[in-house]
């Protein structure tokens, strides 16, 4: 059984730079099969944008798809580093109400744990973890 975010997470996540526009990281997010993409800057964690924030912040925003991503993402993005404990990870999902955390070391993005992760490692016949199993739909 896994103890730490590293035996759980996604290792080398998808990651953007925060100059980018948001199409590209829509387009990382199709390619990589997944709703979030680290932003860096200068390769140093800045923040995380989901597919939310981009329908959220540009689109319902009537901005564009060449809108930098730091415009869009949530740049106050709790992280843990590899060695954090499982329980740890879910508590601090429930308390800031996040379903992914940024794995991180030396400020740099390692990896990412979400909440479907932890579903299949602590519930895997739940049906959140059987949606997070899944293939995802392309």
């Known amino acids: ?66 809108t930098p991503v730091r415009e869009a993402c949530s740049p106050a993005v709790e992280a843990v580093d590899p060695d954090t404990g499982i329980e740890q990870a879910v508590r601090m999902m429930r308390s800031h109400a996040v379903r992914r955390l940024p794995v991180v070391e030396d400020g740099r993005p390692v990896g990412i744990v979400s909440l479907g992760d932890l579903a299949v490692e602590r519930d895997p016949d739940s049906a959140l973890a059987d949606i997070s199993a899944a293939e995802g739909n392309r």
């Open 1 to 66: 059984m896994a103890k730490t975010v590293a035996d759980v997470m996604t290792a080398h996540p998808a990651t953007i730079e925060g100059d980018q526009p948001v199409s590209a990281a829509a387009a990382l997010m199709r390619e990589h099969d997944t709703g979030a993409i680290i932003v860096n800057d200068n390769g140093r964690m800045q923040g995380i944008v989901t597919d939310r924030d981009i329908a959220v912040r540009v689109v319902a925003a009537e901005r564009g798809p060449d």
